[in-house]
C-alpha cells in the first residue's frame, strides 16, 4: 500500500499512521491481586475499539511479585474481549516471576495480539497471581512507570 512519490521531496505515506487510534493509563498507582492462585481479575486497565476491523492491541504491564512461603510465584496477564465475555486467544503471558524466596521481582512486560473485531469492542488487561504458598502480587503505574493500553486499527475488515 505505498505510493511513490509524487515529485522531489514528497513522503511516502504509511496508511496506518493517522489512522484510529487510541490509549489508556492505568489510573490507579497499584492494583492488589489478591484473589486465589490463578484466578484473574480485571485490573482497570481497558481501551474501546470504537468500529468493525483488524486491530493491534499492545498493553505495556508493570507487575511485581513477591513469594514469602512455598515455591515461588508469578503473575499472568492476558486481553480480554470484556464485550463478548472472552479472552483473546493466545494473549497470555507472564508478567513476573518469583523463583526466590522473599525477593520482589518487578518487570514491565508486553502483551501484543493482532484482533479482528465485527463491531465496537471493550478490551481489558486481566492479571492473575499463581503461587502455591503465601505470595504478594501487584500492577503498578506511577511516574516510575504507566500500566497502559493502546490500539491502532491497521484494516477495516
Known sequence: GLGAPASSGDALAYPWLGSVNGSASL?????TLNAATGVFQDVGLSVTLPSAGTYLITATVRSSVNA??????FVI????????????TNSERILAQNATL???N???SIIS????VA???TIKVYCAKVFSGTA?????SDTNGRSRISYVKINDT
Not at 489510573?27 to 492494583?31: E, G, P
Not at 514469602?68 to 510465584?73: I, K, L, M, T, Y
Not at 504478594?136 to 503498578?140: K, M
Open 27 to 31: 489510573s490507579t498507582s497499584a492494583f
Open 68 to 73: 514469602s512461603a512455598g515455591v515461588g510465584a
Open 77 to 88: 496477564g492476558k486481553l480480554y474481549n470484556n464485550t463478548d465475555a472472552a479472552d483473546i
Open 102 to 104: 522473599t525477593v520482589l
Open 106 to 108: 518487578q518487570i514491565t
Open 113 to 116: 495480539e493482532v484482533v479482528t
Open 119 to 121: 463491531a465496537s469492542k
Open 136 to 140: 504478594t502480587g501487584e500492577i503498578g
